[in-house]
């Protein structure tokens, strides 16, 4: 009989609780699998878009996760048509995937200005790319970084579903909802 490394997995309070706390790890611990989601989005072609960012911010009690990106990143129009987004993370220490589902605030200007005052100078410089991101340029280095506060936005993720896929011995998977007080609910894995 082969023992459940991960007992967390077991009960849905523990297994929502292990989640948020490695989500909280990962605003800290620049190695933890969950630091770097991928955000996936509709852009405003109908294709979806996937792209690594980095976990900044994660408030249980709010249900939010916090994003840095530039203002001028084709993300920001893709948001703009649809404020919705997903967020998936492997954690392959844990055997835990997380499918988290999120209506997506985009804040700018004085709403920020106090995150820009921590943001490294050497971080600063992915908030102000000339041209910006995604446009086509001539060269591979064929642009420049030029700070801009102005640039920076945040992405302030708001949990609306949280799918947990557990791969143990014995798989488990349950889905926490934002319309249900994130009571859970087991489902077939």
């Not at 611990?29 to 900044?56: F, I, K, M, N, S």
């Not at 009690?61 to 967020?87: E, N, V």
């Amino acid at each position: 009989m082969t023992t459940d490394p991960h007992p967390w997995a077991e009960r849905l309070d523990s297994l929502l609780d292990q989640a948020w706390s490695r989500l909280l790890r990962g605003v800290h611990d620049r190695h933890a699998p969950t630091r770097h989601p991928t955000l996936a989005t509709q852009a405003p072609d109908g294709w979806p878009e996937a792209r690594t960012v980095v976990l900044r911010a994660a408030d249980r009690t709010a249900g939010t996760l916090d994003l840095h990106t530039d203002l001028r990143s084709p993300k920001i129009a893709a948001l703009a048509a649809l404020p919705r987004a997903a967020l998936h993370v492997w954690d392959a220490s844990a055997h835990l995937q997380f499918r988290l589902r999120v209506e997506v605030a985009v804040l700018t200007g004085p709403d920020t200005a106090a995150l820009w005052d921590r943001v490294p100078p050497a971080s600063r410089i992915s908030y102000g790319t000339l041209p910006p991101p995604g446009q086509p340029i001539p060269g591979a280095l064929d642009y420049s970084t030029q700070p801009d506060p102005d640039r920076f936005a945040v992405l302030r993720c708001h949990l609306v579903e949280m799918d947990l896929l557990h791969l143990g011995p014995r798989h488990r998977r349950a889905r926490f909802s934002r319309a249900d007080g994130w009571a859970g609910t087991w489902l077939a894995p």
